[in-house]
């Protein structure tokens, strides 16, 4: 690629983030308009919520827009960002589960800049942080995108993830796992593998099932180098380690409770939610046949791009949604946030899958069985 060539490309990977950032406010802002404009929509509090929802609508002296059950994560992040490193502790009792939400400290430390907002000021964070967010994961899918050798364009799959939209309107961490994640893989394809490894401690602190995507890397690092991918791992093993030797001098063990059973076995979880589907309204069908769709073709893809970084860290999260229970394969709402990655990663693995077999057809019958892989990486 020449110099102007390589200018353009920057150029449009910075303008997919940007479009990135304007959708992200277009979600945010139709979802405020949806709701009077009040920003605790973000907090997803819950009808039946009788501690965390009460607790943050007593703190801020006024009530907010509630959902239907026990609301969502939100309302879970929104208080662990008034108190992200649990200094005070005056808010670690209205979490369900303090331990296993703490465990997700990075979302709430972004939302609370680390403590220093006000209360109030959090609330508003809650929602415009995710649209900052969204821009910053589609610009590093952008770069990831052209890192393979295809079109920068293929980055705004991370903006259009139908699992990252509704992340954003629960308040949820999924849109910073993945960012985080995916500037990671960006990182493992250049081969800057300490800076990858400090992107995917980042991810793993936000959320734990992140592991998953980190095994599938370190298992593609394992298969194509031939050694033990140490250096990968290691920051996310001592980071996870350290923040959780932390929780546990700062909050009572007493207070953990049993994880809610996401994980069975294979294809038992689809099986058994699919005997329920047929009573989901037509939306969450239509989301489902998505979800399933993108799997079955990023399982078509897969056996072409194994040898390819990018594929590795959704191809875990596609032996994983085979083990996820009933629980999260119900909803579509619910396990299209479960494989987001491969949503995000399906887009570039077909464009490269492509260009594959257009390399393959215009090479001579001596020489077309030799095209096994094809990996462009920027100038």
């Known amino acids: 690629m020449d110099l102007r060539g390589r200018s353009r490309s920057i150029k449009t990977e910075w303008l997919v983030g940007l479009l990135g950032l304007v959708f992200g406010l277009l979600v945010v802002l139709g979802a ?22 009460v607790v943050i609508q007593d703190h801020l ?17 929104l208080v662990q960002a008034w108190d992200p490193l649990y200094l005070s502790l005056d808010y670690a009792d209205s979490l369900d589960d ?6 997700r400290m990075l979302f709430p430390l972004v939302v609370g800049a680390g403590g220093l907002l006000p209360d109030r000021a959090v609330v508003w964070s809650l929602g415009y942080t995710q649209a900052i967010l969204l821009g910053l994961g589609s610009l590093g899918a952008a770069k990831l995108a052209r890192s393979a050798g295809v079109t920068p364009w293929a980055g705004l799959a991370f903006a259009v993830n139908p699992g990252l939209f509704f992340e954003i309107i629960i308040g949820g961490a999924g849109v910073l796992a993945l960012a985080t994640a995916i500037w990671g893989t960006y990182e493992v394809q250049r ?24 095994a ?3 298992l593609h690092h394992l298969a194509s180098k031939r050694t033990l991918p140490i250096r990968l791992v290691a920051p996310s093993i001592v980071g996870l380690a350290a923040w959780d030797v932390y929780l546990r001098a700062r909050l009572h063990p007493g207070s953990v409770v049993s994880s ?11 099986v058994q939610a699919a005997r329920g589907w047929q009573s989901n309204e037509w939306s969450d069908k239509l989301l489902l046949a998505m979800v399933i769709g993108a799997i079955v073709m990023f399982a078509w893809l897969l056996p072409g ?17 085979l083990l996820l229970s009933q629980l999260v394969w119900g909803k579509g709402f619910d396990i299209s946030r479960g494989i987001s990655p491969i949503f995000t990663v399906l887009p570039i693995l077909a464009l490269a899958r492509s260009q594959v077999s257009q390399v393959v057809s215009a ?4 020489t077309a069985h030799e095209v096994v892989v094809v990996t462009k990486r920027p100038q």
């Open 216 to 218: 599938g890397l370190a």
């Open 260 to 270: 809610y059973p996401i994980v069975t076995w294979p294809f038992s979880g689809i």
């Open 98 to 103: 303090p331990v296993y939400r703490a465990r």
């Open 305 to 321: 791009c194994w040898r390819n970084p990018i594929a590795s860290g959704a191809a875990a999260f596609l032996v994983l949604s």
């Open 32 to 53: 405020l308009r949806g709701s009077g404009g009040d920003p605790l929509l973000f907090a997803a509090l819950g009808k039946e919520d009788t501690n965390t929802s």
């Open 191 to 214: 081969g800057r593998i300490w800076r990858a490894s400090i992107w995917l401690m980042l991810s793993v602190l936000t959320r734990e099932v992140m592991v998953v995507y980190v």
């Open 61 to 77: 002296g006024r009530t907010g827009p509630l959902r239907a059950g026990m609301g969502h994560d939100g309302k879970f992040f």
């Open 363 to 366: 090479a001579t019958p001596a």
